[in-house]
């Protein structure tokens, strides 16, 4: 079955970084999966022509207003954007951004028909507690169980960008605690510290549906090597 392979730009590149990885990144790419490219917010007007399914990286909880920097889930609709990723640690953490908070960009985008991205992870403290179960249900109780076409990307807040990866059984683990709070199937990706050296190992060994990958997706050719290998 394909897969969905995420690239996260986070706050990296430029117009003509992006352009020349437009380029380098099609000219490699034979991969079936199907490829979302999360680009930092300015761009994705500039490149919405182009032969690539585009995310937003965050979006505001309110619809409009007084709300100085942030961007609404229609405007990111009008832009181009046809995802958007939601609960990014990197978010939780700098913007201080709590799940009543991520719940309500949830439900922001589901109104403008984008479709969420809700990331989720443990730090850790609390996977070094075994405590990783309970920590990702919390993240996810204020999700209706019934809630249809969910994608969940688990990302444990120690790989990302660290070059860990946790076990294969630690992963599945997760994966399995995170669909069996729903009733209805879902997609549920990894993300953390993959490589075009770690893809197969962790896309053959697991039942994922697909990956979030941040620092190695700036390397067009690397991500569309990691795309088709997974
Ligand atoms: P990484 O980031 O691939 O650099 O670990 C993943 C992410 O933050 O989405």
């Known amino acids: 079955m394909s897969k969905l392979v995420i690239a996260n730009f986070k706050m990296n590149g430029s117009k003509d970084f992006i352009e020349s990885w437009i380029k380098d990144f099609l000219a490699e790419q034979e991969s079936a999966n199907s490829i979302i490219v999360a680009l930092p917010s300015p761009y994705l007007q500039t ?17 409009s207003g007084a709300f100085t920097s942030q961007l609404s889930a229609g405007m990111l609709k009008d832009c181009g954007a046809k995802y958007c990723l939601i609960g990014h640690s990197e978010a939780r953490h700098f913007l201080m951004e709590t799940n009543e908070i991520i719940k309500q960009k949830f439900d922001q985008l589901k109104k403008e028909s984008l479709q969420p991205i809700l990331c989720i992870g443990e730090p850790l403290k609390i996977k070094e507690a075994s405590k990783t179960t309970d920590y990702l249900t919390k993240q996810l109780d204020l999700i209706d169980s019934d809630q249809e076409n969910l994608i969940i990307a688990y990302e444990p807040i120690w790989t990302i960008g660290t070059g860990l990866v946790p076990e294969i059984k630690e992963i599945q683990l997760a994966i399995d605690s995170i669909r069996c709070k729903f009733h209805k199937p879902i997609k549920v990706l990894y993300g953390g510290s993959v490589n075009s050296s770690n893809v197969i190992r962790i896309s053959d060994k697991t039942d994922i549906d697909g990956l979030l990958i941040g620092g190695a997706s700036l390397n067009p050719k690397e991500f569309a090597k990691i795309a088709q290998l997974c």
């Not at 032969?51 to 309110?62: A, I």
């Open 47 to 63: 490149f919405s022509d182009r032969d690539l399914t585009l995310s937003g990286q965050n979006v505001s909880n309110e619809d």
